[in-house]
């Protein structure tokens, strides 16, 4: 049977998809083991400094509610050149900071664009990629995502021995973001033929290029990346009430998961400045660890495909918690520092064994008729969790020290992981626990 749909061209995807994708991934990975130690550099202590990392989370959880209407109203490329140069005003604020405050305010503005570029994203590879291998390629996005923080405090230590400067790094994501706006504009939508700013109409933006009859029947053309994202944030809080028990339940157990992921982004970074290692020796070791975190993304969807959603979720938690109560305890020792490395990198083993964990469970657990609106409150959860997390540490720190707060972190881990093992069996399918 002859169509006259245009055959998927994934090579243009790959460029005007994951190019961007990889470039502000990269320009993130750079700089957030960067921002405790910019702000320790400007005066904060180190209960500010974990304030002021945290408040690229806090921007993001911000930014996750007008995001989907954004992204609705202007498109998705549109949004994702906007949300970069919004993030380069707030990358140029951090490198003229005067003080921690200011420094502050850049990071919190590059916290809200981040959340539009992200969501974003998510809309435009809807849109592009046709149902049949969609999952591999949002599969394939979380890698790029998890290259980008492996690849990015390489550079970032790079440029921060060469400069001598801290704040050089957020230059390194300036940088990403324009390189990613230029793409975004001087290549084609594959999936519209639109280029640069140009916003056909809603009735010419194919979910996607079917390859066979089958695809189209099982995906409605009218599915747009713009129209799933303006679902996902249409009554997001009255959603959050329709679906309390599961969100009240699991979605505390996706926070918990969020929340330990965040919070050692915020505190590896405020360890090494305890500790006394300088920025680039800082960000090595965490650029390190991060390659631990990128090798094992598939690895991850391999174990949950064969042996359930628990197989990946409690060994992450349960490592993850483990690693904070060894690095409370390692603070007295004279061997700290060599603790610390072994301690990122079994962050980042623990890390990497849950990858798409969250992402997961959201799918098993949305209505397949319309799953937009419950995974816009299931990700609502987890980026509350991502979020709060550095407050806490920011706040127990202040209170007590930094060695407290990791201990109180491993608590929440350990939380988390009951949590899971409870309700994972009673909401999912024995095949999928």
């Known amino acids: 049977m002859t169509s006259d749909t245009p055959a998927f061209d994934f090579r243009a995807v790959l460029l005007s998809g994951f190019l961007p994708a990889a470039l502000f991934a990269i320009g993130e990975g750079a700089i957030i083991p960067i921002i405790p130690i910019a702000a320790s550099s400007l005066g904060a202590s180190l209960a500010f400094a974990g304030f002021v990392a945290a408040l690229i989370l806090v921007g993001e959880l911000i930014g996750d509610v007008p995001s989907g209407v954004v992204v609705a109203r202007i498109g998705e490329r549109n949004a994702m050149i906007g949300a970069a140069a919004v993030s380069v005003v707030g990358l140029l604020v951090c490198t003229v900071a005067p003080n921690a405050w200011v420094l502050a305010l850049g990071v919190f503005l590059v916290g809200v664009s981040t959340a539009v570029f992200a969501l974003a994203r998510h809309a435009y590879m809807t849109t ?239 209505p397949r008729g319309n799953p937009a609106p419950f995974l816009g409150a299931w990700r609502f959860t987890g980026d509350f969790g991502q979020a709060a997390a550095p407050l806490v540490i920011s706040g127990v720190t202040a209170v007590a020290s930094i060695a407290v707060a990791s201990g109180v972190m491993g608590v929440l881990g350990l939380v988390g992981a009951g949590i899971l093992l409870r309700y994972v069996p009673r909401y999912l399918p024995r095949r999928l626990r």
């Open 128 to 366: 592009a990629i046709p149902l049949h291998i969609r999952a591999r390629a949002l599969s394939s996005l979380g890698g790029v995502f998890r290259f980008g923080y492996f690849v990015g405090p390489f550079i970032a230590a790079g440029v921060v021995h060469l400069t001598g400067t801290t704040q050089s790094a957020f230059w390194i994501h300036i940088v990403c973001c324009l390189a990613a706006a230029v793409v975004l504009l001087v290549l084609r939508d594959p999936a519209t033929g639109a280029r640069g700013f140009r916003r056909p109409p809603r009735a010419s933006r194919p979910a996607t290029s079917p390859a066979t009859d089958a695809s189209a029947v099982t995906e409605p053309p009218a599915d747009t990346g713009a129209q799933f994202v303006q679902q996902e944030a249409h009554g997001l809080f009255r959603t959050i009430r329709a679906n309390g028990a599961v969100l009240l339940r699991l979605g505390s157990g996706a926070g918990l998961i969020g929340a330990l992921r965040a919070g050692r982004q915020v505190i590896l970074p405020l360890w090494a400045v305890s500790v006394g290692l300088d920025d680039a020796t800082a960000a090595l070791i965490i650029g390190i660890a991060g390659a631990v975190d990128f090798a094992l993304f598939y690895t991850s969807g391999q174990i949950m495909d064969r042996w359930g959603r628990l197989a990946s979720a409690l060994p992450c938690m349960l490592g993850l918690s483990v690693s904070y109560f060894l690095l409370a305890w390692s603070g007295h020792l004279d061997a700290r520092v060599g603790w610390f490395v072994a301690i990122a990198i079994g962050m980042s083993l623990a890390n990497g064994v849950g990858s798409g964990i969250l992402m997961t469970l959201g799918a098993d657990l949305a």
